[in-house]
Nanobody
């Protein structure tokens, strides 16, 4: 059974930091590009970041570039998102997603696998 299990979300003050993790199982993690997609309350999903299967190439949405860093540990089958200088507008449910190709999409159906999400709330 394929699983993507996000963790690390929570409540943080503006300007603070959080690190999200996504533990993968049931498929060959090292062969998949991985992405983070978020959905804020009352809004549509927004692509956040993608990393290639090898971890060599990363891309970011303009809204998070310079503040977020995506990384992966293929030995641990785990994807990460280090979030810094958090803003209230970063409040959302964050999903990790896997694709054999290199995806920069906000649409779930563009990915092979999709997690259940973890809530991030940025508020004072």
């Amino acid at each position: 059974e394929v699983q993507l299990m996000e963790s690390g979300g929570g409540l943080v003050q503006p300007g603070g930091s959080l690190r999200l993790s996504c533990a993968a199982s049931g498929f060959t993690f090292s062969r998949y590009g991985m992405s983070w997609v978020r959905q804020a309350p009352g809004k549509g999903p927004e692509w956040v970041s993608t990393i290639t299967s090898t971890g060599i190439t990363t891309t970011y949405a303009a809204s998070v570039k310079g503040r977020f860093a995506i990384s992966r540990d293929n030995a641990k089958n785990t994807l990460y998102l280090q979030m810094s200088s958090l803003k209230p507008e970063d409040t959302a449910v964050y999903y990790c997603a896997a694709s054999r190709g290199y995806q920069q999409s906000h649409r779930q159906y563009d990915y092979d696998y999709w997690g259940q999400g973890t809530q991030v709330t940025v508020s004072s």
